[in-house]
């Protein structure tokens, strides 16, 4: 709530309005409280509101729950990150209450359940304290059930009193999210948000109101990242799928089998992981680019045939949804530790694309490029994305759905000849016919891993193999010289330019803001195109003292983080350095900025 | 946000001459032999490779219905020698692989060759759950019992006191039963033959190329290199014999399918299990009718609207 103003007269014994831009709310509980629930009901309202909004969460790997949280950041204008302080915390246990109260800034709201929380004498000055019997007031609004089932939504009643949230929006909303099932828990839902609305607060000093969103009159969506990447591919023409279960994968993968037999496709869950890789690859062999995905040691397990792809040059998407590793390592924390794996992950020299959205929107879009890169250039493409934007809701423009759908179903027209791996193929890229194709020649192609002549067919010799291996990696150049060149955030020259990947894009463009606002010489570049770098990079470099990449992996034997070591590699500037961490949580802005204070004076 | 849009690929078809499929000439060993095998002189292999284009003669399909999938190891040699489309996948995985193109071409007939490290070794997962699943293909495994093309080691179907360079002292590990495998896995084709008895072997791959769902054949095909006389016992002109499956047995009796599978060498050569259950392909291609009919006459991009406009 960056700047509070104090608008119209206040009523008398009621709590002063101030009029704000934006709110940080954090809720944390359990996980099987529905915290989640209140924060999507936030998130999506936000959507509704033409405001921006992002969240972030944090969900235990255990089964049975276990201390969760979600923030949501809601603001009139642009967000950048899910915020480094809550203005608000509402809190429904004690553990919840000592783990979060941190988070509050000084002079911050903590709103608790006083049924649980008994709050620490010594916090009562630097914080707003304001207790609310939720769980008992909860089964008192649904007719004394004995049951606390729906203090989520009472506290949500609660929230809207305190932000003048709109009503009629979000019971339409409670409405859509349990309307369809037993009518009685549309009712107890409702009941349950209008008694928390209802309810005077006592003790509050200030209730807030959100200035009209900046993008009043546009339409926007609401959803997670992995949400995003799904619909993406669908969007992207893909028909057919396979994966595995793991975290935090399985969304996507759950997604796709919901939606894909809609539009005439398949997705198959696999025995596992090698074999979801390859069939994946086998049915875009079939002729239509096919996805599988995983996250953790599940890549691991996909890079045999990933080579395969490569050295046959059959175009297949794997998305890797990061989380924290090596092998079971922190499976529901966000890092951004595969860029190794995505890169080099491979025996021998096996050339594949590597991208990586930066944000929920991005990842809809990203995930049609890869698609298209895939098929352009008949490669593996791996779509990186991280425990950060699979999780995190954001609202961004409706897109034209219409325009960006497409068709890529096989033609099987019959051809004269056709060379699967033709070394004098006009632009270097051959793109396979689908089986089912008949060939005229009666030379029909194979597609293997052997190291092969432009038939498919065996073909050892060392000149041979150099061409080959030539070709597999010149269709890449070709792309880096096709790749946009980056824009920097920012002024094109100064002091620091920071360097980011990922769903860190937000939190150092913040930085950025943050820190050119009081004068100094900061910059930001973001990378998409992880493998290949897309051209001129080291223009944009010269312009600056300091090269920084911020990263979520650790700084490796040699002080660098991975996007660093391989910036060094290929510039061999030693003004690149980079700042890292694995402590299994998005950047705060003030992280960084420490970070890059230590490093730069 | 600017995104690329690609338009659909097409293929570049040149002047190819439109040949009604009545006017195009069925294929011979000509049309439908490439490179010469790379197995050595005797190898067994080499008649399920005959028996392979007689098939495609026999039963006049064309070139491109066809496609053959290997995974690696000697007999997965066999795409190079095929005029059809071909792939030669990684260790074990041709199976998958070849899933995938089943279930989004089924317009193809799909056969899959390999040999026994290949099928129930490095393999052994993907073999049961393809087989579970009743994945439309055909699965023949060349059985020789030996890993041949690493120059003999131990493979997963060596009799108990084979020697082999990793069990110099003889193999003490019990082999896979191939056929108790593919029973019990959910296979709902399951066949024996052997690469020594031509006309049985035919019989054998047409009855599973016409079977609707998994069929599986083991062949025993003898490594003339590292493992000479292994199925001696089952050819009559080296003083073997060749017990047939019973006239009587009940092809869809499991129990029956499984007691055969039990018997001593040479064992016993048919079809041991057939029946019918619905496929992978069919399950699936229900799913999609069920799922299309609830957004009949939309086009792709409206069927998105509608999860789109749910989530504004």
């Known amino acids: ?601 | 946000m600017s995104t690329l849009i690609l338009p659909r690929t097409t293929n570049a078809p040149g002047d190819v001459p439109d040949l009604p499929d009545s006017e195009r000439k069925p294929l011979t060993k000509k049309e439908t032999a490439a490179d010469h095998p790379t197995w050595c002189p005797g190898c067994g292999d080499f008649s399920v490779l005959a028996l392979y284009y007689k098939l495609i003669e026999k039963h006049q399909r064309r070139h491109e219905d066809i496609c053959t999938v290997a995974g690696i190891g000697c007999s997965s040699r066999f795409p190079y020698f095929v005029q059809a489309h071909g792939v030669h996948f990684i260790h074990g995985r041709a199976l998958a692989f070849a899933t995938g193109v089943s279930l989004s071409r089924p317009d193809l007939h799909v056969f899959v060759f390999g040999g026994d490290g290949d099928a129930f070794s490095i393999g052994g997962n993907h073999f049961n759950h393809t087989a579970r699943k009743n994945v439309k293909l055909t699965y023949v495994v060349m059985d020789n019992h030996v890993y041949g093309l690493t120059k003999k080691q131990t493979s997963p179907t060596s009799p108990i006191g084979f020697k082999s360079k990793t069990d110099v002292w003889g193999s003490t590990d019990r082999p896979i039963n191939p056929m108790k495998q593919a029973i019990a896995a959910g296979a709902t084709f399951v066949a024996r033959s052997a690469a020594s008895n031509i006309p049985h072997l035919l019989k054998c791959m047409e009855a599973a190329m016409a079977h609707d769902g998994f069929s599986f054949i083991e062949c025993l095909s003898e490594c003339v290199e590292f493992y000479p006389g292994a199925f001696d016992g089952s050819i009559p002109r080296k003083g073997g014999v060749f017990p047939e499956v019973p006239a009587d047995h009940d092809v869809t009796d499991e129990y029956a399918a499984y007691k055969l599978s039990d018997a001593p060498a040479p064992g016993v050569f048919g079809i041991f299990y057939n029946v019918n259950r619905p496929t992978k392909n069919a399950n699936e291609a229900k799913i999609i009718a069920e799922n299309r009919t609830k957004v009949e006459g939309l086009a792709d991009w409206q069927i998105l609207k509608k999860n789109f406009d749910r989530m504004k």
Not at chain 1, 112 to 134: A, C, F, M, N, R
Not at chain 1, 206 to 229: C, T
Request: proline share 6%; glycine share 12%; hydrophobic share 35%.
């Open chain 1, 1 to 601: 709530m960056s700047d509070p103003t104090v608008a119209s007269t206040p009523v008398p014994n009621s709590p002063r309005v101030s009029q704000v831009s934006e709110a940080v709310i954090r809720i944390a509980g359990n996980s099987q409280d529905g915290i989640q629930a209140i924060g999507g009901f936030l998130a999506r309202l936000a959507g509704r509101s033409e405001q921006e909004v992002m969240t972030f969460m944090t969900i235990p790997a255990t089964i049975s729950g276990g201390p969760s949280i979600f923030q949501v950041r809601m603001s009139s204008g642009e967000v950048l990150s899910a915020g480094d302080e809550a203005d608000l915390l509402l809190c429904f246990y004690d553990h919840s209450y000592a783990s979060h109260i941190g988070s509050l800034k000084k002079g911050g709201i903590v709103l608790y359940d006083s049924d649980h929380v008994k709050p620490k004498e010594e916090l009562l000055t630097t914080y707003h304290h304001v207790g609310v019997p939720i769980s008992s007031l909860t089964v008192e609004a649904i007719g004394g059930t004995g049951r606390d089932k729906g203090k989520n939504i009472y506290a949500l009643g609660l929230l809207a009193r305190m932000f003048d949230l709109n009503v009629p929006k979000l019971t339409k909303l409670i409405d859509e999210r349990f309307g369809g099932k037993d009518p009685t828990v549309v009712q107890n839902a409702l009941a349950c948000f209008n008694s928390g609305y209802g309810h005077q607060v006592q003790g509050l000093l200030e209730s807030f109101q959100f200035h009209p969103g900046e993008h009043a009159g546009r339409s926007q969506v609401v959803m997670s990242g992995n949400e995003a990447l799904g619909y993406g591919i669908l969007a992207a023409g893909v028909r057919f799928g396979a994966g595995y279960p793991i975290t935090p994968w399985s969304d996507i993968m759950e997604l796709l089998r919901r939606e894909l037999p809609k539009y005439g496709g398949t997705f198959v869950q696999t025995e596992d992981e090698i074999a979801a890789v390859s069939m994946a690859i086998g049915a875009s062999y079939g002729g239509r680019v096919a996805v599988t995905g995983s996250s953790g040691p599940g890549i691991s397990l996909k890079t045999e045939a990933l080579g395969w792809a490569s050295m046959a040059e059959m175009p297949v998407v794997l998305i890797d949804v990061q989380r924290g590793g090596p092998s079971t390592g922190m499976p529901t924390s966000v890092e951004q530790s595969d860029l190794n794996i995505a890169v080099f992950g491979g025996h021998g020299d096996s050339p594949r694309v590597v991208l990586a959205p930066s944000s929920v929107e991005d990842c809809f879009y990203t995930a049609i490029e890869a698609v298209n890169i895939a098929r352009k250039y008949s490669v593996p493409v791996l779509l990186l994305t991280d425990q950060g934007i699979a999780t995190r809701i954001e609202a961004f423009p409706y897109p034209d759905l219409e325009k960006v759908c497409q068709d890529i179903s096989p033609d099987l027209t019959p051809v004269m000849d056709h060379k699967p791996y033709d070394l004098s193929a006009p632009d270097g890229i051959t793109r396979h016919v689908a089986p089912g194709t008949r060939i005229a020649s009666g030379k029909y192609p194979v597609v293997t891993g052997l190291e092969h002549n432009e038939l498919g067919h065996p073909g050892g010799s060392g000149k041979n193999h150099m061409d080959m291996n030539a070709k597999r990696r010149n269709k890449l150049r070709k792309l880096a010289e096709e790749l946009p060149v980056p824009q920097v955030y920012g002024a094109s020259e100064g002091h620091v330019l920071l360097v980011g990947w990922g769903s860190s894009k937000g939190p150092i463009e913040e930085a950025v803001k943050q820190s050119r606002k009081h004068g100094e010489a900061i910059s930001a570049l973001h990378l998409k195109h992880l493998n290949p770098l897309p051209n001129g990079l080291e223009k944009i470099f010269s312009g600056f003292t300091h090269v920084i990449v911020v990263e979520l992996n650790d700084e490796g034997l040699y002080g660098y983080g991975q996007l660093c070591t391989l910036l060094r590699a290929r510039y061999c500037d030693p003004r690149i350095r980079a700042v890292t961490k694995t402590d299994g949580l998005t950047w705060k802005v003030k992280e960084i900025l420490q970070h890059v204070l230590t490093l730069t004076k």
